[in-house]
């Protein structure tokens, strides 16, 4: 085996196990409930931004594409869920809330899937700030739409409008316009959210060390060279964006049946720019960054709640001493020579030169 | 200069003066490469005029001429990276018109760039595997899925990289990042990323730069080596005139976007036009 495969191979290693582990100590702490109600509440959620994180990482640090728009297809993908779940349980009385909870996600990523085809192929033929744009106006569009959206189940039939009026008077409603999705039965589970997690890596991962993902890469790096070596620019942007948006849209409907409302504000622009933070301080490319920093800042608000009034003001503290921090020559120097000796267990002869590995 | 002559005496096949003065290898082929009055205008300037070059199968071309002479933007006009203004590019037989630069290199057209064009964050052989991209092909689901195709392709790819990577000797490296490698190993690398496209014309700008003169002796060693193992046409960019005079068996002289002169070696050394292009009309009744 070569060395970039072996140092490739244990880092994939580190990523799974670190995602089993953590699942596997907080699996133990539920069972014997020592852990905290609002950590407990927490965990659907985090595994939903881990996902929406290392998605758009697949789009920001591996095709080198800014898009700001993530939160749309995520906000696609909870209404979605939000809907075939409710319509499920109205049209064929499935009680089996972890089917119908699979089948909400899946139904969740194919829908995101077929909306970033459609923005992706007028888009990604753009270069440089064109695609940040639109995809930030696609999210403003989305949430716009979904403000006047009426869904609701008579008879087991789907009724769509956007004009409440127009639905029949016997309806259930499932989604009541600027109310968002209402009654929704919470099914989500955090061994779903576990396996969403584990699947989304699979893909990324192996996507990233195989042909396309080296052609994505490929396109990052300068892509008229690519386009010289017969690579498709278009085509591998499209394959990593809509990947991308597939799986924000699954991270979307976990999250979306985690509570009993799903409400329009709820994926604003700052929605994407927070995923987007937790892309940039764990790293471009970095999928294991991803999943750390995603975990750290969703529990940090949650835990600065001391903080009352001064929350977000420490919290943007903390960020900017974490970046400080994480890209400073000098303490990467230090944290590289405290690690030395586990990266040695690792690299067996090999010694890394102080300040020169990065965390790929 | 006159040490590194042609070495090249000995192939059975003879150089051919044909109609396209680049002498050819065998005038009843189709060439490899066909330019008819190819021209390309930006904004009112004719950055190359009235561009006409063919170029034989397993035949070396040199295109030289002074700073801004247009000889990167006939590469550029080539690949389709530019859309010409006039004329036609022909690849095999095959006009180039409306082709994106993906297919041009499909129709077998390489290239190495000036500026080096590497995927820098990319390792050595990764940068090949691009080269690769369609040559050795498995889909996105086996690679996600890790199908057994996917174990079949990615070792035929591996092993053809380590193959081209040897042309220069380079296995040692695989494992680099290409952006930390010494200047001259990248322009190396760039070589042979273009030639695991398996081209029929392979085009290099300026791959002697920043070489010292030991490595450019290597460096024709291994274009004259590439040429016969590969059997594809070369076209170069140099100002390297060692390297020039010693590889090429037909140059092409380019100025102010014209040709002024095409021939062999000896040729264009006496040419008095190419002399005045490079260094200055003589002055009027000066000694």
Known sequence: ?360 | MTEVKRHRSDTKMVPVPSHSIVPERDVNEIPVLETRHLGIEFGGLKAVDDFNLTIGKTEIAGLIGPNGAGKTTVFNLLTKVYEPTSGAVLIDGKDLHGMSIVQASRLGIARTFQNIRLFDKMTVEENVRIGLHNQIKYDMFSGILRLPRYWKQEKRQHERAMELLDIFGMQDLADEVSGSLPYGAQRRLEIVRALATEPKLLLLDEPAAGMNPHETEELMENIAKIRDQFQIAILLIEHDMSLVMGVCEGICVLNFGKIIAKGTADEIQANPDVIEAYLGKRREGGK
């Not at chain 1, 959206?149 to 008077?169: H, I, M, R």
């Not at chain 1, 600027?178 to 989500?188: E, T």
């Not at chain 1, 970095?286 to 975990?295: E, H, K, M």
């Not at chain 1, 400080?324 to 405290?338: E, K, M, S």
Request: charged share 15%.
């Open chain 1, 1 to 360: 085996m070569t060395k970039a495969k072996r140092k490739r191979l244990i880092y994939n290693l580190i990523t799974f196990g670190l995602v089993i582990a953590a699942f596997l100590i907080l699996q133990n702490m539920i069972a014997t409930k020592s852990i905290s109600r609002s950590l407990k509440g927490q965990l659907v959620p985090i595994c939903s931004w881990i996902v929406m994180a290392v998605s758009l990482n697949l789009v920001i640090g591996f095709s080198g594409e800014l898009s700001l728009g993530h939160a749309g297809f995520m906000s696609i993908g909870a209404y979605t869920g939000a809907i075939v779940s409710g319509w499920l349980l109205a049209a064929f009385d499935m009680q089996d809330t972890t089917l119908r909870l699979v089948l909400a996600i899946v139904a969740g990523g194919i829908l995101a899937g077929i909306f970033g085809v459609l923005i992706g192929i007028p888009v990604l033929r753009l270069r440089g700030d064109y695609l940040a744009i639109v995809t930030l106006a696609f999210g403003e569009i989305i949430r716009n739409l979904v403000n006047v959206l009426y869904v609701g189940t008579a008879d087991g039939k789907l009724q769509f409008s956007f004009l409440n009026k127009n639905l029949p008077e016997n309806v259930t409603m499932l989604v009541d316009g600027a109310k968002g999705a209402v009654k929704i039965k919470p099914i989500s589970t955090f061994t779903v959210g576990f396996v969403l997690i584990i699947i989304t890596l699979i893909v990324v991962l192996n996507l990233v060390n195989s042909r396309a993902g080296r052609a994505i890469q490929a396109t990052r790096d300068n892509r008229i060279a690519a386009e010289s070596m017969g690579v498709s620019v278009t085509r591998y942007k499209m394959m990593a964006f809509v990947t991308a948006a597939v799986l924000a849209g699954m991270a979307g409907a976990l999250y979306g049946l985690n509570s009993s409302t799903v409400v329009p504000t709820q994926f604003t622009f700052n929605q994407s720019i927070n995923v987007l933070v937790f892309v940039v301080l764990g790293g471009l490319g970095n999928v294991l960054g991803s999943i750390i920093s995603a975990t750290f800042l969703t529990v940090l608000p949650e835990v600065l709640r001391e903080f009352a009034d001064y929350r977000m003001l420490v919290y943007a503290v903390v960020l900017i001493l974490v970046m400080i921090f994480t890209n400073n020559p000098t303490t990467r120097a230090i944290a590289n020579r405290l690690f030395a000796p586990i990266k040695n267990l690792f690299h067996g002869k090999h010694k890394e030169s102080v300040g020169g590995g990065d965390a790929k």
